[in-house]
């Protein structure tokens, strides 16, 4: 699979719409502390494992990227939140969402942990009710 790393080029005057880099906006521009996790350690995994962490030049992250693309989603998946609780699993709908969006994970691995999530939904509202104490 292979990714732009420029957002656009210009050629004879018309503007062609790249794929986006893996990691999508820096994550201090992000509002939900769970995705900034998670692309945090996209980013950091990215660049411990690539051949060329710091070279703007490279427009495409080939072959020699793939090795660090591939750990890079690793790392984002390990840094989702646990299935556990509303908060989570909004939270984990959130990243994999976001995932999915910047092609930071596949397609059909999403639609297997958004159906997880989905699962989680369902059990949580299955829950029984705690009793209202009788004041």
Request: hydrophobic share 40%.
């Amino acid at each position: 699979m292979t990714k732009v790393r420029n957002a656009s080029s210009s050629s004879a005057g018309t503007t062609a719409i790249a794929e986006p880099k893996n990691q999508g906006p820096e994550p201090d521009s992000l509002n939900n502390a769970a995705i900034k996790r998670c692309t945090k350690a996209w980013e950091r995994t990215f660049d411990l494992a690539s051949i060329h962490p710091d070279d703007e030049s490279l427009a495409v992250v080939g072959d020699e990227d793939e090795f660090a693309a591939e750990r890079a989603a690793m790392a984002f998946r390990e840094a989702l939140p646990p299935l556990v609780g509303y908060e989570n699993i909004r939270d984990f709908i959130a990243c994999v969402t976001y995932g999915m969006l910047n092609a930071t994970l596949q397609s059909d691995e999403c639609r297997d942990l958004l159906g997880a999530a989905k699962i989680a939904v369902a059990i949580l509202k299955s829950q029984p009710k705690p009793p209202i104490p009788i004041a």
